[in-house]
T-cell receptor
């Protein structure tokens, strides 16, 4: 079945630094991937749609310069949180648009 | 820090009993719906899906019911087991059926606690 791999699972970074999160489709090609953010005890909120070979589409209220998305191949999308602040601490999850919308295992980001 | 807000509604169920989780969706144009299970610290796991041209679909120990008239979706879990303890989310797709390019909108979620 479709498998989406997300890395790292946990990351701690200092305020002001940048951190990159990878999302890979392991056994299928994904022209589209999605990035979500989830706060504790809350639902998933879509941040952006990652499009292979073109610019990402961001949801309203999401800063594109802060959350950089690159989808350079059919199996890899990356989310870079730039100039991280403690308020960016959250659980970030990606999904790929194969049948069933398969999700990665998530990345717990803690900014200290 | 953690945002202050409503906690997830919780359904406590005795092991072996049936569970029913409800979800109201927002867009009458949605044509594809998915139920996900999310365990702590993990990504959502696909459980079952249903298209808008159906009103019921069954899987292994799970049944999804769709009522388009009132925009309501439910997930029934038969003979609930301790391993079913998790948060359950419904999600709707407001585009072409299973089209890869369309995004999902998630409901608020329900926590299921299975008591031994």
């Amino acid at each position: 079945g479709a498998v989406v791999s997300q890395h790292p699972s946990r990351v701690i970074c200092k305020s002001g630094t940048s951190v990159k999160i990878e999302c890979r489709s392991l056994d299928f090609q994904a022209t589209t991937m999605f990035w979500y953010r989830q706060f504790p005890k809350k639902s998933l909120m879509l941040m952006a749609t990652s499009n292979e070979g073109s610019k990402a589409t961001y949801e309203q209220g999401v800063e594109k310069d802060k959350f950089l998305i690159n989808h350079a191949s059919l199996t890899l999308s990356t989310l870079t949180v730039t100039s991280a602040h403690p308020e960016d601490s959250s659980f970030y999850i990606c999904s790929a648009g194969a049948s069933g919308y398969t999700f990665g295992s998530g990345t717990r980001l803690t900014v200290v | 820090g953690e945002s202050v807000g409503l906690h997830l509604p919780t359904l406590s169920v005795q092991e072996g009993d049936n569970s029913i989780i409800n979800c109201a969706y927002s867009n009458s144009a949605s044509d594809y719906f998915i139920w996900y299970k999310q365990e702590s610290g993990k990504g959502p796991q696909f459980i079952i899906d249903i298209r808008s041209n159906m009103d019921k679909r069954q899987g292994q120990r799970v049944t999804v019911l769709l009522n388009k008239t009132v925009k309501h979706l439910s997930l029934q879990i038969a003979a609930t087991q301790p391993g079913d303890s998790a948060v359950y989310f419904c999600a709707e797709n407001m585009g072409k059926i299973k089209a890869a390019g369309n995004k999902l909108t998630f409901g608020g979620g329900t926590r299921v606690l299975v008591k031994p």
